[in-house]
């Protein structure tokens, strides 16, 4: 079993900054496909970004609408997944969660777009609103 908190939401203005934060309870969590997913009031989840080892390092995978906006990264050492969000924008405003698919399962960029069910472990989920 894995624990997924978030943390690190909020209301901004359109233009702001938030960083997310999705801590996580287990040790081999750097094994973890991990994603950041967003849902807006009468719309589908949608997947935002992902992170996942590979040989020597990781990867990283972005919806189109964030690209060159948010960036996700890790640190093993504090087992936290980061979600730094800039230029938000009032339509990125959602309830912004975090998702682990493993461990050790296999993942690509195409699980930002598979189904929520493709992953195992999701957080409660952290609200982000952009005021315009």
């Known amino acids: 079993q894995v624990q997924l908190v978030e943390s690190g939401g ?3 203005q359109a233009g702001g900054s938030l ?13 973890f496909c991990m994603g950041w997913f967003r849902q807006a009031p009468g719309k589908e989840r949608e997947g935002v970004a992902l992170i996942y080892p590979v040989t020597g390092g990781s990867r990283v995978t972005y919806a189109d609408s964030v690209k060159g906006r948010f960036t996700i990264s890790q640190d093993n050492a504090k087992k936290t997944v980061y979600l730094k969000m ?7 405003t959602a309830m912004y969660y975090c998702a682990a698919r493993g461990p050790g399962a296999y993942c690509s960029g195409a699980y930002l777009s598979r189904s929520p069910s493709e992953w195992n472990y999701w957080g409660q989920g952290t609200q982000v609103t952009v005021s315009s």
């Open 10 to 12: 909020g209301s901004v």
């Open 19 to 31: 960083r997310l934060s999705c801590a996580a309870s287990r040790s081999n969590y750097s094994s």
């Open 86 to 92: 800039n230029r938000l924008s009032p339509e990125d």
